[in-house]
């Protein structure tokens, strides 16, 4: 499982710790470099304290003695006499140069480093070993870079601790979110959140208000569905008594007509229900594929052309842009299109006319269904996409969702509907879908 606080503790010591190292190097490098400066302005000035002694011939010196071997050498030579005023290492023989200063000399193959001096009569020459300088630049070196060894352990306890701290709000919102009941509601309080999780929390409560939005809407429509369920149902019940107490074949043959009808009536009820469950309690298209709207349109005109013969409608496609294609779900476009259509065959009277068509704009893709039937009136137009709702008058067997459904797919993709006039009377259904879905 990713964890970003311990993405964030390895990122932090990474740097961290890329940092130490490049900080160790620069005080390793400016630590020896100190410590070289330091011991060479310890040679000078020995070399000046020397220029103020009082020295006898090399003779008069005592014998060397070899556990009392320092890494400084030192030499005096008389520039008269070319001989050794003082040696401080007898082992030692150091060259004899001529330019002052500091410079690098090789004795017994080992490279020194030597300071020269010179005074009347006397040169005075300081050396040291360049390895003991090497060692002992190292050791002040370490000496100065140890602390940040334990620095990197102590740095990362309190990043640790700090992002800990930090990360307590999520805690928080967490803890909030388990303790949440199905029913509860509420809205995280902002008022303390930190400025980065805001952005969290107003989709946490943007999600609370659309499930409070989808359970008010589920209740609803199961109280609707359970209410108009009651009818047919109970229309069946008495129909089957009917049927039980029909005595002639006449009356059997009419109940059993009744019954069937009524089956049929309950069937298209429950269909409707449930495509109307789909689509407006939540529920998402199966997928999304490019669809071309004059094709939609033939296939729903084959699927009812039977039905337009049979009522002497003329049905047919009065316009369409072969260029008119959108990003949409195929099934559900074909119901909201039959739901257009089989309304319009509904209340389009024997002998009328119906009209598709479909275009595009500059912006939008539109398809159309214009009928010659008695259109809706302008106080109606409103109500007319309400779940059971039917227009007062209406005749038919109509369950009042078929509209509900329309608008339900509609408002998945984005699109609007538009009510009208037909050129030739009757009613104009526009539905528009906006630019993206043409990408």
């Known amino acids: 499982m990713k964890s970003i606080r311990r993405r964030l503790l390895i990122i932090l010591l990474m740097m961290f710790g890329g940092g130490l190292i490049i900080g160790c190097f620069g005080v390793w490098k400016a630590a020896r470099e100190e410590s070289g400066e330091a011991l060479d302005y310890q040679m000078r000035e020995m070399s000046i304290a020397l220029y103020n002694g009082n020295f006898s011939e090399i003779g008069d010196q005592q014998a060397f003695d070899p556990e009392e071997n320092s890494n400084t050498a030192v030499q005096i030579i008389s520039t ?38 010179r005074k009347p009569n006397r040169l005075y020459e300081v050396a040291q070993p360049m390895s003991s300088r090497a060692n002992m630049a190292s050791e002040f070196a370490l000496q100065a870079t140890l602390p940040f060894l334990f620095l990197f352990p102590m740095m990362g306890g309190i990043i640790w601790l700090i992002l800990s701290h930090e990360f307590k709000p999520l805690t928080r919102m967490a803890e909030w979110v388990n303790q949440r009941q199905p029913e509860d509601l509420a809205h995280y309080p902002e008022q303390n959140s930190p400025q980065e999780l805001k952005p969290l929390v107003n989709a946490i409560n943007e999600l609370q208000d659309r499930l409070g939005q989808a359970l008010t809407q589920q209740q609803v429509f199961i109280a609707d569905a359970s209410h108009e369920l009651r009818t047919p149902l109970t229309a069946l019940t008495l129909q089957i008594q009917l049927l039980e107490a029909a005595r002639s074949a ?58 337009a013969h049979n009522r002497q409608i003329d049905m047919g496609l009065a316009d369409s842009t072969p260029e008119a294609i959108i990003h949409g779900d195929p099934h559900s476009l074909s119901i909201m299109l039959s739901n257009l259509l089989s309304n319009a065959l509904r209340y389009t009277p024997i002998g009328g006319r119906i009209d598709l068509a479909s275009g595009r704009e500059t912006d939008v893709c539109w398809i159309s269904v214009s009928d010659t039937g008695p259109g809706i009136p302008e106080e109606e137009q409103n109500r007319i996409f309400d779940r059971f709702y039917r227009i007062p008058g209406t005749s038919g067997n109509g369950s009042g969702l078929g509209l509900a459904i329309v608008k339900a797919i509609a408002d998945q993709h984005h699109a609007v509907i538009r009510l009208g006039q037909a050129t030739y009377g009757g009613l104009c259904v526009r539905i528009e879908f906006p630019g993206y879905l043409n990408r």
């Open 80 to 117: 008269l006499t070319k001989q050794l005023v003082y040696q401080s290492r007898p082992d030692i023989s150091l060259p004899v140069v001529n330019t002052e200063g500091y410079q690098t000399v090789i004795i017994d193959g080992e490279p020194w480093r030597l300071y020269m001096i």
């Open 250 to 307: 006449e009356e059997q043959q009419q109940a059993i007509h009744d019954l069937i009808a009524g089956v049929q009536r309950a069937h298209h009820l429950t269909e409707q229900l449930l495509v109307l469950a789909r689509h407006e309690t939540g529920g998402k298209p199966r997928y999304y594929s490019p669809i071309e709207l004059t094709t939609l349109l033939k296939d729903v005109l084959c699927q009812h052309a039977t039905l």
